[in-house]
């Protein structure tokens, strides 16, 4: 089995039993997040204890991309800090989109290089940033706010 099968089978699974699949009705940061270009939908919730992520879910409805992308992300941040967050999706997004001035470095992103097949696929990269721009509004709790899909 080759590295790229492996990866298929990677997003084939986390869309097939996304992870963190549940609502968190005490969560004290949640937003909606929405790709009008491809009708992916989520709401992410978020609990925090200081900076540090304690718990992490979502529901919605999406294109395998965006429920597999949305999975992984909420299984690679249990535990991890907001900046640790931040950092992280600057990683996704450089291996998303190729931008040549971030170092994608594969051991820092785990699971999360599953991904990287979509950069083939321009048209569904936001498929797979969508659950990351949504995790940036819960964390700056612009929940109302409408959240960019670029
Ligand atoms: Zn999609």
């Not at 992984?72 to 996704?92: D, I």
Request: hydrophobic share 40%; net charge neutral; with cysteine.
């Amino acid at each position: 089995m080759d590295l790229k099968d492996l990866y298929q089978d990677l997003i084939i699974d986390h869309n097939r039993s996304p992870r963190n699949f549940r609502k968190l009705p005490d969560a004290k940061h949640r937003a909606e997040g929405f790709n009008p270009l491809c009708g992916d939908k989520l709401t992410l919730y978020v609990n925090t204890d200081g900076d540090r992520i304690t718990d992490i879910a979502f529901e919605g409805s999406g294109c395998a991309i965006s429920v597999a992308s949305a999975s992984l992300m909420t299984e690679s941040l249990k535990g991890r800090t907001a900046s640790e967050a931040r950092a992280l999706f600057e990683r996704v997004h450089a291996l998303l989109t190729g931008a040549s001035d971030v170092d994608v470095d594969g051991a820092a992103l785990g699971k999360l290089a599953a991904l990287g097949g979509v950069r083939a696929y321009p048209t569904r990269v936001k498929c797979a940033t969508l659950c990351w721009h949504t995790l940036a509004a819960a964390l700056d709790q612009r929940a109302a706010a409408p959240v960019s899909t670029e």
